[in-house]
């Protein structure tokens, strides 16, 4: 059962052909013996699972079950879980067991949805490699010497090796659809207020949006309808319809305008990405879509902006975790401030660090008009650019990432080196628009991911196009031979 996607495994257990017990049971023994090699997972919830489980069984049986009952599925360490560890990948919160649910996990678990554990996951989602955990790399599956992407590089690997058939993440810069297109597996950042972000522990609260990683975008349908939706608890969550994406993805995609970004298959991108890219876009292009070429000028500026905008919150964000009110507390101090520094610096992670340094200084006297603003500037002229494109196109397409996975480590030395593999990513990020990631190739044996971004509240669309997909390709099937 560990090879069924969610959708294949609602449909056996509304048929009777196996129970919640049997599929969460199967999924814990596989996690058992083969996450020591992955280190996909920080802790496992085994007997809650079988608990819930069976609790799943009996409401099925009983004619009680909600849109997800009896599904398996995994939570990044990033959102709060009731009397479950919640860690961030951090020292930090090592020892942290939160006192209530996130809203992504409440709205998960009364649609009957079964957790499997929290997944291991870049340091306060500050990575794009999975190695800046304080619990270890994650390793990709695919190739256990490279990595699965970051920061949900947990929940990406997790999925891809068949540990769990759907996993939540998060999606700062590209920490969804980034691991997504280095394992495999699909992987969904909505529209910026579309699902709630109450619960989930802030990295950039201008910029932060739950998602999810699965196999299918079928499976990715099922899940979003259940996850969002407004919540009065969340500031910045928007009160929008929800439509149901499963129903509405079945559509043929003829007509769809989708726009190439011309500043996307440059210098920097590898060509064998760029040869599947095409590929993909020319099969959408067989069942109709018509395809052009657009253009974003100020793409370049992506980068740059992102990481004034991304450090600047999370210098705020992150103030709180002092050894006082949150997080890891020093011993033998001499005074309250060596306290704060003290906790700070044991807590906190190298990479961490570096951005609370950098987003402190841009939030300084002297250097908050010079740096902060200007990039909040550009940020709304990237934003227009998005804008005007979407004038003439319904999606915009590229590459998710400019090169298959990447070996672990041969980025750590060079952060700037890391931060350009979410070049083509961040953009979606800071315009608050949905974007999705689906397989679409292989180089050298190593997965491609398509990433199309929509206007705001185009989810529909984004899943649309990548199930139609989908439904005449076959490379979201492929497994890593070891994993099969």
Known sequence: MHSMTLVELRDGLQRGDFSSRDVVAGLLERIEARDGELNAFITVTAEQAMDVAGRADDARANGGAGALNGLPLVHKDIFCTRDVLTTCGSRMLEDFVSPYDAAVVERLASAGAIMLGKTNMDEFAMGSSNE???????RNPWDLSRSPGGSSGGSAAAVAARLTPAATGTDTGGSIRQPAALTNTVGIKPTYGRVSRYGMIAFASSLDQAGVITRTADDAAL??????????????????PVPDYEALIG???KGLRIGMVRQHFDAGLDEGCATAVREALSELERQGAVLSEVDLPNLDYCVPTYYVVAPAECSSNLSRFDGVRFGHRADNVEDLLDLYCSSRGEGFGAEVKRRIMTGTYVLSAGYYDAYYLQAQKVRHLISDDFRRA??????????????PAFGLGDKTDDPITMYLNDIYTIGANLAGLPALSAPCGMVDGLPVGLHLVGPHWSEETLLQAAHQYQLVTDWHKACPEAYK
């Open 251 to 253: 559509k043929p995609i």
């Open 390 to 403: 979407f004038e003439s196109v319904d999606l915009i397409a590229g590459p998710t990432a400019p090169e």
């Open 132 to 138: 800046t955990s304080y619990y270890g790399p994650v």
């Open 223 to 240: 899940l979003l309808k259940v996850m969002s939706g407004f919540d009065e608890r969340d500031s910045t969550s928007i009160d929008h």
